[in-house]
């Protein structure tokens, strides 16, 4: 069984200030995704990466995927009230019979105070 | 609006009652999976269909059955209720059910067992 470790679970902090979001897994995943909910509605994905080392940025959005495929990291910087909600990585299975399955981490729940 | 519907929005019913969830993907995606979001468990991925065949079982009980039909709408039948089955369901779509594929979530059908 995948299972995707994400830290830390909840998360209180002032806006203007950065923090750091961590999804680690024994398992390799041919791709991480990360997904943001809010109350009442089903997540929207933010980014997939798929290569081992891979940064990709998104506004003040930064995410990495580890050289190894086994975890990954969301780093925002200047965080708003906006960024409020509930973060979800989500690791997809390379092969076999859980072809297609995402696995997702139980979440951070980020509240970002004005 | 991800274009993924879920219906019914919310569903009270008694233990050892059956309901069923429906879904449908949006425009032109052929893959259809079920997940499931309680507080202690997280989101957790039930089953996976493409084209009207199962692609990939999660952690779905015997007393849940799905089915993706020829016009690709998926339903998510749930019987014998358990107080423990209250929670989230989400239906996701993707293109092609491609690991990498984007999958889009509905925004869920939230089941409470009385």
Known sequence: TQLLEQSPQFLSIQEGENLTVYCNSSSVFSSLQWYRQEPGEGPVLLVTVVTGGEVKKLKRLTFQFGDARKDSSLHITAAQPGDTGLYLCAGSAESGTSYGKLTFGQGTILTVHP | ?114
């Open chain 2, 1 to 114: 609006d991800s274009g993924v519907t879920q219906t019914p929005k919310h569903l009270i019913t008694a233990t050892g009652q059956r309901v069923t969830l429906r879904c449908s993907p949006r425009s032109g995606d052929l893959s259809v999976y079920w997940y499931q979001q309680s507080l202690d468990q997280g989101l957790q991925f039930l089953i996976q269909y493409y084209n009207g065949e199962e692609r990939a079982k999660g952690n779905i009980l015997e007393r849940f059955s799905a089915q993706q039909f020829p016009d690709l709408h998926s339903e998510l039948n749930l019987s014998s209720l358990e107080l423990g089955d209250s929670a989230l369901y989400f239906c996701a779509s993707s293109a092609t059910g491609h690991p990498t594929d984007t999958q889009y979530f509905g925004p869920g059908t939230r089941l409470t067992v009385l």
